[in-house]
T-cell receptor, first 111, second 113 residues
Framework: NAGVMQNPRHLVRRRGQEARLRCSPM?????VYWYRQLPEEGLKFMVY????????ESGMPKERFSAEFPKEGPSILRIQQVVRGDSAAYFC?????????FGPGTRLTVL | KQEVTQIPAALSVPEGENLVLNCSFT??????LQWFRQDPGKGLTSLLL?????REQTSGRLNASLDKSSGRSTLYIAASQPGDSATYLC????????????FGTGTRLQVTL
């Protein structure tokens, strides 16, 4: 049973470009979380999704960020018009019962 | 608003020592608490999950305790090894619709030979 998969593992974008981060949860899991880890800071919750629904996006910046978890395929975190402050590690987690399992993360660097 | 603090921020010990990492949280109405390990440039590995009704959990050389009323958890590592070197994170779940985790900033552990 493969764990949580994220790709790409590393992503470099120039300011103003778009970044798309993908997350495939563990098999059978239908709950997906996105967290962001800024340099030298702890992980912060961004958004929680179930299939085709955003349940809680209270941690997501109001502009430029969006997330989806379609019926088929991975969850996508999309960042439009990236800025240097978006440089961070973005982690996805899926949940079974009460426990969250994390993917390896996508490290985004904005030049 | 839930805040999670971990002390110490960094710790260096010689191999073989037993050690304790501390985690405190401001809102005691938690649903559960998880301890994770994060290696440099890597993801998080779940170590132990303690439900709010439990007092402790054990896995191999690791033992985690939970005192909800005082807002504290400790992670005890017995007979430390160089391979234990990593950042240890605790995270609390307040439950509810989202069950999102609130993380501490971690304790960076270095076990030396």
């Amino acid at each position: 049973n493969a764990g949580v998969m994220q790709n790409p593992r590393h992503l470099v974008r120039r300011r103003g470009q778009e970044a798309r981060l993908r997350c495939s949860p563990m098999k059978g899991h239908s709950h997906v979380y996105w967290y962001r880890q800024l340099p030298e800071e702890g992980l912060k919750f961004m958004v929680y999704l179930q299939k085709e629904n955003i349940i809680d996006e209270s941690g997501m910046p109001k502009e430029r960020f969006s997330a989806e978890f379609p019926k088929e395929g991975p969850s996508i975190l999309r960042i439009q018009q990236v800025v240097r402050g978006d440089s961070a590690a973005y982690f996805c987690a899926s949940r079974r019962d009460n426990e969250q399992f994390f993917g390896p993360g996508t490290r985004l660097t904005v030049l | 608003k839930q805040e999670v603090t971990q002390i110490p921020a960094a710790l260096s010990v010689p191999e073989g020592e037993n050690l304790v990492l501390n985690c405190s949280f401001t809102d005691s109405a938690i649903y559960n608490l998880q301890w994770f390990r994060q290696d440099p440039g890597k993801g998080l590995t779940s170590l132990l999950l303690i439900q709010s009704s439990q007092r402790e959990q054990t896995s191999g050389r690791l033992n985690a305790s939970l005192d909800k009323s005082s807002g504290r958890s400790t992670l005890y590592i017995a007979a430390s090894q160089p391979g234990d070197s990593a950042t240890y994170l605790c995270a609390v779940d307040l439950g509810g619709t989202a069950s999102k985790l609130t993380f501490g900033t971690g304790t960076r552990l270095q076990v030396t030979l």
